[in-house]
């Protein structure tokens, strides 16, 4: 089955640790992307990445850090500059035709204890 | 800026009862409209994606619609595990983001 996976489904974390999410995908996309999401409040991105290799900040990049060393694989690292990391963290990955659809994988849900 | 205003923010409904969901928006140069299904503690799940203001897409009790200012999605008799969240989101090709609303909260009792 094709589709994108994302480990840990739960991640606790303490202050002034930098952690690492996973993000794999087979679905031979070139695009992906991170958000967060909080309650009460849209899906926003924190980075994203159109080819191997290369990737470009969204619009709360602060504090996170990625890499893209191989196109089914765009892991996250939350690091101890970031102020407020408690959140659940989407991967999505797309083709880079003009809107193509973003699909999602299950989230990781990080609590800073 | 591009902006996505959805509402109500939560909605309760019968079983049978039929409804629609609001999503407008405000963007310079819309290229992609989505909504997305999105239950508790899981990501969301992709529904339709509209390109031009007159187009509609259905599925199963679900039909989105889109004008040059909104987006609509009906709900045609919900059931009750039609309850979750919707997701209303608008692709402008700056930045290659998508810009998303707050969601809007489905409850349907049997």
């Known amino acids: 089955d094709g589709g994108i996976t994302q480990s840990p489904k739960y991640l606790f974390r303490k202050e002034g640790q930098n952690v690492t999410l996973s993000c794999e995908q087979n679905l031979n996309h070139d695009a992906m992307y991170w958000y967060r999401q909080d309650p009460g409040q849209g899906l926003r991105l924190i980075y994203y990445?159109?080819?191997?290799?290369?990737?470009q900040k969204g619009d709360i990049a602060e504090g996170y850090s990625v890499s893209r060393e191989k196109k089914e694989s765009f892991p996250l690292t939350v690091t101890s500059a970031q102020k407020n990391p408690t959140a659940f963290y989407l991967c999505?990955?797309?083709?880079?035709?003009?809107?193509?659809?973003?699909?999602f994988g299950p989230g990781t849900r990080l609590t800073v204890l | 800026e591009d902006q996505v205003t959805q509402s109500p923010e939560a909605l309760r409904l019968q079983e049978g009862e039929s409804s629609s969901l609001n999503c407008s928006y405000t963007?310079?140069?819309?290229?992609?409209l989505f909504w997305y299904r999105q239950d508790p503690g899981k990501g969301p799940e992709f529904l339709f994606t509209?390109?031009?203001a007159g187009e509609e897409k259905e599925k199963e009790r679900l039909k989105a619609t889109l004008t040059k200012k909104e987006s609509f999605l009906h709900i045609t008799a919900p059931k009750p595990e039609d309850s979750a969240t919707y997701l209303c989101a608008v692709f402008t090709g700056a930045n290659s983001k998508l810009t998303f609303g707050k969601g809007i909260t489905l409850s349907v009792r049997p």
């Open positions: 999505a990955s797309s083709g880079t035709g003009a809107a193509d659809t973003q699909y």
């Open positions: 990445s159109q080819i191997v290799n290369d990737f």
């Open positions: 509209l390109y031009s």
């Open positions: 963007v310079s140069g819309l290229r992609g």
